[in-house]
């Protein structure tokens, strides 16, 4: 079986968000399953400069858009079993410093999913499968039917708020062909038309595929993905197990396993709370590596933090940017507890690591979460989950039942920040319960979130997708 992934990002050539890690880990983990798997990005400016000498030239050729001719080479690198193709074109993504955020937007990616229909003759073996993500891949179901050529098409959504929305007046190159499918409250929707038009949708998490056809997690998309409704389903994210190893891992202060995890979490807290500057108080530590904005639950978090401070004694860390109010608000909760509490404003990979192996919970509290990595990069390093009941957090948290004392963390239902407080109440009064906690330490290292399971219910998707002619 042969498959082509088409994406606009992927680690660890560029990277916005949480696409680019898969795009970055599933085609590899697919290679290890026996099935030849490709990936297709544009050329970008920031990818350029890193891979030019690695990348070979497979050909070069026109494409028209409107009335205009562009040149694109298409290279090719092979990495981890996996054949990585480049589209390469000057104006429209190799002199251009970010993915997105420029006027042509729309015409850039329109741009290049006609490139990768041209390109299919080029490609060193032809795909049975096309797996499209996210909206930047969304033209790509209505081109192969123009073009009449016969491929299965998937199409993930990894973020339904992201759509590829554009005037139509600026979509000249596409006025003769304008079709009410690509049109939603009158403007171009990349993300409606790769929706309505490919065999197959799936999102990241099961809970969220059925979460998304109500008008509250929809995002004015929930009429259309209610018509698709018997092609719709969910697969969970994995995480990479090897950068995530606390075992090898040379980011964090002290390798552990699950032979010596209550050394390891004791020294990488110990380091940690140096590293910030902070004393240990009486409470746990709790942490949260995110964006910051109230769709991550800040704005309950806001409202219910100093009491933890002052009437629960916990130590909290905050690693994020984003809403700067927000960030503000963190920055003058550290000034007024310092030896409490640590805010570091900005991006920082390798101290997120240390944050995941020094903490004791990690909290996401989120109005919805598509799939999201942190509950099980948590896992992997032994820090607790405290998590809203939504999306994939409930896909991949099991509260902890004080009966039969089952369980991997703490999950908490309504948005509201009593509900939240209440649940890390109860997380804190069991922190104190060494034997309990330790067992709940002990399921998360033990989870397997690795991308195997995620890559064989792709794989299983893929043959039904084939037989179904
Ligand atoms: P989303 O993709 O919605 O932002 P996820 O939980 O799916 O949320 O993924 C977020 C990923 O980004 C996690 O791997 C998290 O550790 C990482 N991350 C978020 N903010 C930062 C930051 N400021 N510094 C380092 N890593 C971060």
Redesign the pocket.
């Known amino acids: 079986m042969n498959v082509l992934f088409v994406g606009s990002e992927a680690i660890p050539y560029a990277k916005t968000?949480?696409l680019a890690d898969v795009l970055g880990s599933l085609p590899k983990a697919l290679g290890n399953r026996n099935i030849d798997v490709s990936l297709v990005l544009p050329l970008h400016g920031i990818i350029k400069q890193d891979v030019e000498k690695n990348i070979r030239l497979i050909s070069s050729y026109d494409i028209e858009i409107g009335s205009r001719v562009e040149k694109i080479n298409l290279f090719s690198l092979f990495k981890d079993g996996v054949c990585i193709y480049f589209i390469d074109n000057h104006n429209y993504f190799g002199n251009r410093d970010t993915l997105y955020g420029h006027h042509d937007d729309g015409e850039r990616y329109y741009f290049f999913n006609k490139a990768i229909i041209k390109s299919l003759s080029y490609f060193y073996s032809y795909p049975d499968i096309i797996h499209l993500n996210d909206w930047q891949s969304g033209f790509v179901p209505y081109l192969l039917r123009k073009n009449n050529i016969k491929i299965k098409t998937l199409f993930t959504i990894h973020n339904l708020t992201f759509q590829g929305i554009f005037p139509i007046e600026l979509m000249e190159y596409l006025k003769e062909e304008i079709n009410d499918v690509f049109i939603l409250n009158d403007q171009v929707n990349f993300l409606k038309t790769g929706i309505m038009l490919s065999d197959f949708v799936t999102t990241v998490s099961k809970t969220y595929s059925t979460e998304i056809l109500s008008a509250e997690y929809g995002y004015g998309l929930n009429n259309i993905l209610n018509q698709k409704k018997d092609k719709l389903s969910g697969i969970i994210n994995g995480i990479d197990y090897d950068y995530y190893n606390p075992k090898t891992d040379e980011d964090i202060y002290f390798n552990f396993t699950l032979n010596n995890y209550v050394k390891g979490k004791r020294i990488n807290k110990e380091k940690l709370l140096e590293e910030f500057n902070i004393i240990k108080q009486r409470g746990p530590l709790v942490s949260i590596?995110?964006?910051i904005n109230d769709i991550k639950g800040f704005d309950l978090l806001k409202e219910i933090i100093e009491e933890l401070i002052t009437t629960y004694k916990i130590n909290f860390i905050l690693?994020?940017?984003g809403d700067s109010s927000t960030e503000l608000f963190f920055e003058e909760l550290h000034n007024k507890y310092p030896k409490s509490v640590g805010v570091f404003i900005?991006?920082?990979?390798i101290?997120?690591k240390k944050i995941y192996a020094g903490s004791d919970i990690f909290l996401m509290p989120s109005r919805f979460e598509p799939?999201?990595?942190?509950q099980l990069?948590s896992y992997r390093y032994g820090t607790i989950p405290l998590v809203r009941n939504t999306g994939g957090l409930k896909d991949t948290v099991e509260p902890l039942d004080f009966f039969s004392l089952n369980g991997d963390g703490f999950m908490f239902n309504n948005y509201t920040a009593k509900d939240l407080m209440n649940k890390i109440v109860e997380a804190i009064k069991i922190y104190k319960q060494k034997d309990i906690w330790n067992r709940l330490i002990k399921r998360g290292l033990k989870n397997d979130f690795s991308w195997n399971n995620s890559a064989i219910s792709y794989e299983k998707l893929y043959r039904k997708l084939i037989e179904n002619k």
Do not use: D, F, K, Q
């Open positions: 968000g949480c590596i995110s964006r690693l994020g940017y900005g991006y920082n990979e101290l997120a799939c999201g990595l942190s990069i």
